[in-house]
């Protein structure tokens, strides 16, 4: 039979990844999808730059439109990256009755519900497994492997470049833009490598995972996000000392009210397998309510890791190419009619632990006023620690784990904390996840 024709657009650290893929493991690939898969056409915008893949029969373009447009073209590949022009592009292949394959996360969570509705009009897949931690295929897990289970809760550490950046940071003592630059070099960055260090990257995949989780339109913008760029050494050392890891995790749990979706830093006990996932590697939990805890694990960024999603999803349309479009697995996993209207609850409603990190004169009655002020907002103490006061500045660093507590209960107390004259620096607030049930 003759090979399926596939055009590329994007030959950076993931395009070049998958030819090298599709170019290694050819038979193998060919053995399971039933035909060979060839990459015909692709484009980029210099094609001077020199490419860390065999292009040898493949035609190059400087238009991507061409790609899409190509009459031999039957599934088109968007690894540029970006919303505009990879949404016109993806749309407009779609419009000409092609299956598309995308790694783009952005592209998925801000205009994956018109992109679905469009795909689902024409009868064409659209598959995005690379778009979430890397190499893990974690979304063919929750949209097929747990279908029969009502999901709790999905947590993952869900940025390779940032848990790279706290690791290094954590284990060397490095800075944190040195690591940045080495994550880049290395690959594993976004474009704008702001989206890594202040959770957008991570927001776009938790979107996604919660849609796929709880059968809900994707919300990006209903999404609390804070990155990693306030975390010190210090908070990391005091909470190793604690029995913790510093993680930037992604959250999505279903409440009684509603869905909470948050990225943010977040303490995690030492004990649990995810806290010690280091460097470039994800790792989702799932908590399903027949299966229990499910962890996935793998490497999050670099070329080839998501080159092996990508191809995987090339595997998957091919075998689909004759079966009947109302028959396919849904695109968010529920069928299109079947989604829930629940609300995405706001961040003040959230209950969880708190990390506190505050630094106070060294006078005597500050821990009263300080523990006064969290118990008018019943906020209870778990675990305290004060260092010796810093003879010199004549002030004392504490450090407090808190009981669960409602985050607005949480935001007021820090208010009225910040207001007391002996407090000498703004509070350090970290959320704790046991992640145990
Ligand atoms: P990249 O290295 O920057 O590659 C982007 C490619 O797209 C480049 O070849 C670029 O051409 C081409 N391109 C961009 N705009 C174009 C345009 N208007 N016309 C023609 N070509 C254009 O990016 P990447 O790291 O491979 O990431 C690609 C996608 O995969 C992104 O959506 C990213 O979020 C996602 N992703 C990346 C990773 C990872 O580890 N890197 C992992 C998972 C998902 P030039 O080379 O000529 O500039
Ligand atoms: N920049 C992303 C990361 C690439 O570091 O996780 C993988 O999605």
């Given at each position: ?9 994007g030959?950076?650290t993931v395009g070049c ?6 170019g290694?493991?050819?038979d193998?690939i ?11 056409t692709a484009?980029?915008r210099?094609l001077?730059?020199?490419?860390a893949c065999?292009?040898e ?6 238009n991507?439109v061409?790609?899409v447009?190509d009459?031999?073209?039957e599934?088109?590949?968007e ?5 505009e022009?990879?949404r ?7 419009a000409?009755g092609k299956h598309?394959?995308t790694a783009?996360?952005a592209?998925v ?5 018109e992109i679905f509705a469009?795909a ?5 897949m ?5 778009a979430v ?10 949209r ?10 999905v947590?993952g ?5 940032g848990n ?7 284990d ?5 833009a040195?690591v940045?630059a080495e994550?880049q070099?290395?690959?594993y960055a976004?474009a ?5 260090v202040e959770g ?7 979107c ?9 339109p994707l919300?990006f913008?209903r999404?609390h996000i804070e990155?990693?760029s ?9 909470a ?6 510093i993680k ?5 749990r279903?409440?009684e009210?509603?869905f909470?979706?948050r990225?943010?830093p977040?303490l995690i006990p030492e004990?649990r397998l ?9 790792a989702?939990?799932v908590?399903g309510?027949?299966v229990?805890?499910?962890l996935y694990?793998g ?7 998501t ?6 999803d090339?595997?998957?349309v091919v ?7 109302e028959?396919r697995v ?7 009619g079947?989604?829930s209207?629940?609300p995405i609850?706001?961040m003040?409603e959230?209950r969880?632990?708190?990390y506190l990190?505050?630094?106070?004169c060294?006078r005597?009655?500050v821990l009263a006023d300080i523990t ?7 906020i209870s103490?778990e675990?305290?620690l004060?260092r010796?006061?810093?003879p ?5 660093t504490i ?7 409602r985050?607005g209960?949480m935001?007021?107390?820090?208010a ?5 004259q002996?407090?000498?620096s703004p509070?350090?607030?970290i959320?704790m996840e046991a992640?145990g049930?």
């Open positions: 039979m003759n090979p399926v024709k596939i055009g590329l657009l030959l950076g990844g998958t030819v090298a893929v599709l290694r493991n050819a193998e060919a053995r399971r999808a039933g035909r060979g898969i060839r990459v015909v484009a980029a210099d001077s730059r020199p490419r065999d292009l029969d493949v035609r190059l373009t400087t991507p061409e790609v447009d009459p031999e073209v599934v088109v590949v690894l540029m990256g970006g919303t022009p990879a016109e592009l993806v749309l407009r292949a779609i000409a598309v394959v783009n996360k592209l969570a801000l205009h994956g519900n469009r689902h009009e024409r009868g064409v659209v598959a995005f497994e690379a931690a890397g190499g893990i295929p974690i979304i063919k897990a929750l097929e492997g747990l279908a029969g289970n009502r999901i709790d809760w947590a550490i869900i940025n390779g470049t790279f950046i706290l690791t290094e940071m954590r060397h003592g490095r800075d944190f040195d940045l994550a070099s290395l690959g976004e704008d490598p702001t989206f890594d957008i990257d991570a927001a776009h995949k938790l996604i995972l919660a849609a796929i989780a709880f059968g809900i919300q913008d999404i990155g990693i306030r975390i010190t050494r210090e908070d990391v050392a005091f190793s000392e604690l029995g913790y890891r930037h995790l992604g959250i999505a279903r409440a009210a509603g909470e979706l990225v943010h977040t004990r995810i806290a010690n996932v280091d460097g470039v590697m994800n989702v939990l908590h309510d027949a229990g805890p499910t694990y490497a999050g960024a670099g070329a080839e890791a080159a092996s999603a990508v191809v995987a090339l595997v998957d075998r689909a190419l004759t079966a009947d479009p028959n849904p695109h968010l996993a529920f069928q299109p079947a989604l209207d629940q609850l706001p003040t959230v969880t632990s708190f990190r505050l630094r106070a060294d005597p009655g006064r002020i969290l118990g008018q907002h019943s103490i675990a305290i004060q010796e006061p810093d010199e500045r004549g002030e004392a450090i407090m784990l808190t009981h669960e507590v985050e209960d935001q007021a107390a820090i009225q904390l910040e207001a007391l002996h407090l000498t509070v350090t607030r959320r992640l049930r």
